[in-house]
């Protein structure tokens, strides 16, 4: 009899079929996605390296017409580069030439350390207004 009752229970529990699905290495892998895309998306930001000035007001409002500025960047030790790419002053006024051939409202944002001299600042100024790029914009951090 107790052999009996062993056999009915154990076939009964053999009938039951657990239904749930564990979540639990869905949500491992779903947080470790997420922690991979936290950590990888300030590294796509710009590959060089600067400590931008700080700066109060509005930001200014965004052009109708958005058209890619021409990117240039002056780090701590001075070096210039256009884009992603080491450059001189001529090599820069040779890209803004080419930015003000293209587009006669063409734009250029500069983003400059702010340990950097003000005078090393005007030669990238002077090089892009001497190409007939007028429209620049002094990048900075907002606090």
């Given at each position: ?17 657990n239904g ?5 290495p869905i949500?491992d892998m779903?947080?470790l996605?997420?922690?991979a895309?936290i ?6 930001q ?6 931008l000035?700080s700066?109060?007001g509005?930001p200014?409002?965004a052009?109708?017409?958005?058209a890619e500025?021409l990117?240039?960047t002056?780090d701590a030790?001075?070096?210039?580069f256009?884009g992603?790419?080491p450059a001189?002053e001529?090599?820069?006024?040779a ?7 293209a ?5 250029a944002?500069i983003?400059?350390?702010e340990?950097i001299?003000?005078g090393r ?7 892009l ?7 620049l914009?002094l990048?900075t951090?907002?606090d």
């Amino acid at each position: 009899m107790l052999r009996q009752r062993l056999n009915r229970s154990r076939a009964r529990a053999r009938r039951k079929l657990n239904g749930n699905i564990d979540m639990t290495p869905i949500l491992d892998m779903t947080f470790l996605l997420l922690i991979a895309f936290i950590i990888t998306f300030p590294a796509l930001q710009s590959g060089i390296q600067v400590n931008l000035p700080s700066a109060e007001g509005d930001p200014l409002a965004a052009p109708e017409k958005p058209a890619e500025p021409l990117a240039v960047t002056i780090d701590a030790a001075g070096a210039l580069f256009v884009g992603d790419a080491p450059a001189d002053e001529a090599a820069l006024e040779a890209a803004a030439r080419e930015r003000v051939a293209a587009d006669p409202k063409a734009a250029a944002h500069i983003r400059a350390d702010e340990s950097i001299d003000y005078g090393r600042l005007m030669q990238v100024v002077s090089a892009l207004r001497r190409a007939g790029l007028t429209n620049l914009s002094l990048v900075t951090k907002n606090d």
